[in-house]
């Protein structure tokens, strides 16, 4: 009997989490902000318990126990109290403080710029926008109230006064590919590729609309095979760059959110410390996870089997760091 149980959050990717907890042979607990909500991971037995959380997300911190592992999502750095959560002493798989960093676009801009990757020109002043350009406001919002602007005069009328940083907007395809490093087996994966469908913006796009950014699901995608060098670089520079700017090594799964241009260059413009949403396409498999694996081995499946082996060989503490 393994000695822990796999946790998270009733919401995001908690499905393939748990699936691949128990794959891995693990016993599950989820944490549900309502009654209602609980109904739906019930309907698929996702857990082996289900915890309501009576007076919000904010009870996590109160009724996790030094047996789980919580494994978070975006809605980890969403909904919780971000500085709170990650002083709590409780058991995170991954690189914790990386969730502060994607929370913080100061501090998200900061690190993909020390990796070396191609980041589209932002600033937080509107006199000094590159037109057309993009308007995000900070935390894990899968998209929503971000807008695009064409010229001034359609930005000023569109800002909120909320603390926002203002990208250029990229033409292109826009490929999110999600890696897992691995520190049981001391390597980088390519785990998987998708693109994002983005309500109304990915049905067309006409900047007088005010099209909608928000995100409602993820289609599959592979990358032809000369990109893959690229991307695997910028992999490993990502993996560097978290090593040297916050401090700790990286942990588990994280993506690299990309636009393609017409001339094969890659503009990243965003990175999550965790896993994706994007990740729900591959249960049971991506094409890179079966070339690696040869079998079922989707996300939540991978994360499980790193903390077995951690648990196995007595080193849960460099894969919770």
């Known amino acids: 009997m393994l000695e822990y149980r796999i946790g998270t959050l009733a919401s995001h990717s908690a499905l393939g989490i748990l699936a691949g907890a128990r794959a891995e042979g693990f016993k599950t607990i989820l944490f549900s902000p309502t009654q209602r909500r609980k109904r739906v991971y019930d309907n698929f037995n996702a857990a082996d318990e289900t915890i309501v959380l009576e007076n919000g997300y904010h009870d996590l911190l109160h009724v996790c126990d030094d047996q789980t592992i919580l494994i978070p999502h975006g809605s980890f750095v969403s909904y919780l109290p971000l500085d709170e959560f990650l002083r709590a002493p409780l058991k995170i798989f991954g690189t914790r403080e990386l969730l502060r960093w994607e929370s913080d676009r100061d501090l998200k801009s900061e690190l993909m710029k020390d990796a070396g990757l191609r980041v589209p020109a932002e600033t937080t002043e509107p006199d000094r926008v590159k037109f057309p350009c993009i308007v995000k406001y900070h935390g894990a919002r899968g998209g929503k109230g971000f807008f695009v602007s064409k010229n001034k005069q359609d930005l000023n ?60 699901g993820n289609l599959p995608m592979i990358l032809r095979e000369s990109l893959l060098e690229e991307y695997l670089a910028m992999g490993e520079q990502f993996v560097e760059a978290v090593q040297r700017k916050v401090g700790v090594p990286m942990v588990g799964p994280f993506c690299l959110e990309t636009i393609i241009d017409e001339n094969l260059k890659i503009h990243t413009f965003e990175f999550s410390g965790r896993i994706v949403a994007g990740t729900n396409l591959y249960i049971p498999h991506s094409p890179y996870s079966y070339l690696y694996f040869g079998k079922e081995m989707w996300m939540g499946k991978r994360i499980a089997l790193e903390v077995r082996e951690a648990s196995e060989n007595a080193q849960i503490d460099q894969i919770c760091v």
């Open 157 to 216: 009328s569109k800002l909120t006064g909320e603390p926002a940083v203002i990208q250029h907007y990229i033409s292109g395809v826009k490929v999110y590919v999600t890696y897992f490093r691995s520190i049981m087996r001391d390597r980088l994966e390519i785990f998987g590729t998708d693109i994002r469908y983005e309500s109304s913006v990915d049905a067309k796009l006409h900047f007088d609309d005010n099209p909608s950014f928000t995100i409602v």
